[in-house]
């Protein structure tokens, strides 16, 4: 590994390391947002898209009880435990993946695949209050490089969140949800704006400029 004169980390190709490794390895080095989270102990830079998000819409307070769908590692959660625990002992983030995640302080884990048929009921008996006071959805399909593919990957993604939505949030709670660039169709957008008074789209800094995810998030939830 060696550093070219703008102190760009240039990452040498080793035997039996792919192409698209090593050039992973080079943009993650290289990322100001991995290494501010390493620096701060965060579980990962998708830490800093969430606090962008906050800080523009004002989502989060004390005490209130968070479902984070698709959380590993849990880079939302830890940002998020940090906010509703800060003034009170009464909130709660429930971290929810198919894949296992790490203990973090403030945070419940549950390994639970959103899509089984009693998943809504298994995520209402480990909740602390009776609905969420807001819902986050990181969840993204593992990409195909066919555009038709991944778009329709992502709706079904978010169409699955909003369900939990419909069944588990708060009369004038928020939602989250990540999306790829033209991947809300008109019928989730509309099926938003009849459920939130406010629907908003948002590209934190954070994200990386080539990449094509955004969010969407629907404020004052109406039942």
Known sequence: MTRDANLKVRVKS???RKLSSTRWLERQLNDP???EANRLGYRSRAAFKILEIDDKFKIFKPGQCILDLGAAPGGWSQVVANIVNSQSTSGQVLAIDILPIDALSGVKAMKLDIFEENAISLIKKQMIKPSADVILSDMAPST??????????????????????D????????????????????????????????????????????SSELYVVGINYRK
């Open 33 to 35: 947002y991995v290494r």
């Open 167 to 210: 069944n588990l949030l708060s009369e004038g709670g928020t939602f989250i949800g990540k999306v790829f660039r033209g991947g809300t169709e008109n019928q989730i957008l509309n099926r938003m704006k009849r459920d939130f008074q406010l629907v908003k789209h948002i590209k934190p800094q954070s994200s990386r400029s080539n």
């Open 14 to 16: 080793a035997k039996g």
């Open 144 to 165: 195909t490089g066919h555009k038709a593919t991944d778009h329709l990957r992502i709706v079904a993604l978010l169409e699955s969140a909003l369900d939990i939505v």
